[in-house]
C-alpha cells in the first residue's frame, strides 16, 4: 500500500473518480486496485488534514501546496515584511525537464537555483555547500547559515537532507514541493574565518590572508565532472586581513596588517571518495601590490 503524506481526497461520491486514470498516475511507484483506493480515500477522510482537501487529479497541475511538514529546526519564519527590498529579482518561468510542467518563480537572483514542485535544478549537487531562501522572502532556512546538502531524493516531490547536528537524529530536511512559492538555493564557496596562503606569479609564497566576510552573491560560472571527482567554478568578493611576507636579505619578514577587498574564482573539488567539496584555491585574483596572485586553502 502506498503512503501518499497530507492529502485528503473526497471519496463521498466514488463515481466521479476516474480509478483507471489515479492507478495509471500512481502505477510509477506501486500497483493500486480500486479496492485499494477507497481504503485508503476512508483513512484519510479520517486524517487532520481535513481542510487540505483535493483530488488527485491535481497533483497533477501545480504549483499546489503539496506538503505541510513540521518546521526544519533553525529556520527563521516568513513574515509579510520580509517582502520588501526583492526588486533585483527576476520572475522567470521554470521549465520541469522530466514532465510537462511550468512554474513561475516567486523571485529568483540572478546566482540561486531554484527548487520548486517537482522542479530541482540540475546544478544543486550534493556534498556542497549552500544557503537557502524561501523564495519570495527575504528569509532564510537553518537562520541563513550555508549547510552541506547531504541527498536529492527520486520521485516526484524530492527529499533534501542537510547535514545536521547530529547523526543519529537529523531534522534537516524538506521536500521540493513543501511550499507553493519554492526554494532559492546559492552555493557557498567561501565564509568568514577561512584562510588561504598567497602565491605570486612565480608561486613564491607571498603571504597570508584571512577572510573577514564574503558577498552574498558568490556565483557559480562553471561545473566539470572529471574522472575520479566534481569541480565547482565560483566567482567570490570578499573582504580580507592580508598579511605579506616581505624578503630581505634572503629571510621572510612580516609586515603590518592590511585589509582590502579581493576578487576571484573559487575552485571547489568533491572526490569521489569523499563526502564533502572543499574549496582548494582562489585564481584569478588581483593584488595591487603583487599584482596577479593564487590563494591556497590552508590545511
Not at 11 to 38: C, G, H, M, Q
Not at 154 to 178: A, C, I, P, V
Not at 246 to 264: A, F, Y
Request: aromatic letters at 10%; one cysteine or more; a negative charge.
Amino acid at each position: 500500500m502506498p503512503i501518499i503524506k497530507n492529502y485528503e481526497f473526497d471519496f463521498e461520491n466514488p463515481e466521479e473518480v476516474d480509478e483507471s486514470f489515479l492507478i495509471k498516475r500512481l502505477s510509477l511507484y506501486a500497483t493500486v486496485r480500486p479496492e485499494d483506493l477507497k481504503s485508503l480515500g476512508a483513512d484519510l477522510y479520517q486524517s487532520k488534514w481535513r481542510e487540505f482537501r483535493q483530488s488527485l487529479q491535481d497533483l497533477f497541475h501545480p504549483p499546489q501546496v503539496l506538503r505541510h511538514d513540521p518546521p526544519i529546526a533553525g529556520e527563521r519564519e516568513c513574515r509579510d515584511s520580509s517582502l520588501e527590498g526583492l526588486k533585483d529579482e527576476e520572475t522567470p518561468v521554470i521549465h520541469e525537464r522530466d514532465f510537462s510542467i511550468q512554474y513561475q518563480s516567486a523571485g529568483i537572483r540572478p546566482h540561486e537555483f531554484p527548487v520548486i514542485g517537482f522542479h530541482v535544478d540540475d546544478k544543486i549537487c550534493p556534498g556542497f555547500c549552500y544557503q537557502v531562501r524561501y523564495m519570495g522572502t527575504k528569509d532564510f532556512l537553518f537562520n541563513g547559515e550555508p549547510r552541506m546538502l547531504q541527498s536529492v531524493g527520486f520521485g516526484y516531490g524530492k527529499r533534501l537532507t542537510f547535514q545536521g547536528n547530529t547523526r543519529n537524529n537529523n531534522e534537516n530536511y524538506f521536500w521540493s514541493d513543501s511550499r507553493v512559492e519554492g526554494f532559492a538555493f546559492s552555493i557557498c564557496a567561501v565564509e568568514a574565518g577561512d584562510k588561504f596562503v598567497i602565491y605570486d606569479e612565480v608561486s613564491r609564497v607571498a603571504g597570508d590572508v584571512e577572510v573577514l566576510s564574503v558577498d552574498d552573491d558568490q556565483a557559480e560560472v562553471d561545473t566539470v565532472y572529471e574522472k575520479g571527482c566534481v569541480k565547482k567554478f565560483v566567482r567570490v568578493r570578499m573582504t580580507a586581513n592580508v598579511q605579506y611576507h616581505n624578503r630581505h636579505q634572503g629571510m621572510l619578514m612580516d609586515v603590518t596588517d592590511h585589509v582590502i577587498d579581493i576578487e576571484g574564482t573559487a575552485e571547489i573539488v568533491r572526490q569521489r571518495s569523499s563526502t564533502r567539496a572543499t574549496t582548494q584555491q582562489i585564481t584569478d585574483v588581483h593584488i595591487q601590490s603583487l599584482g596577479k596572485c593564487t590563494l591556497w586553502k590552508e590545511d
